[in-house]
């Protein structure tokens, strides 16, 4: 079980970092995010995401000094949304989780050209709220996939600091 706090390697790349959130989807996957520690105090590198089958922990990291975020329950996943300040209506279909921010939701906006590309979006947990009168739902077993998946987003970055 990955923890957040702690320094992970990927045994693929050698990419070594502090898990400092989590991304779940609606599929029933979990993808990992890890921020590498800087080099220099003044340069930030860019975090990646990870399944946990391929990290192997390589310390305790920071998780001494900081708080595992609680998980709780994914509230909003198959559930028409709206987003309470641009009022755009969406399905969840994913969250981040973070160690030093709050949870963020992930919509799928339909366009209504086929044709066109599906939008993303992520949003703070207070942002989103449910349509009262969905057109549609989904369940999360009826789209969970028996292996590994997901959305692969440009992820927004966490403003820490490690």
Known sequence: MIEFGR????MVTGFEG???????WIYGCKQYILSPRAEHAFKKEASSTFFEKQLEEVDAGISDKVEAPVIGEALYFGKECIDKVTRVKGMCIGRYIWLFNCDQYVLEYQPKDDSRETKYNVLDEGRVELVIAPTREVKPEEVKSTRSGGVFLDYPQADTIL
């Open 7 to 10: 320094t992970y390697r990927d």
């Open 18 to 24: 502090v898990c400092t959130g989590m991304i779940e």
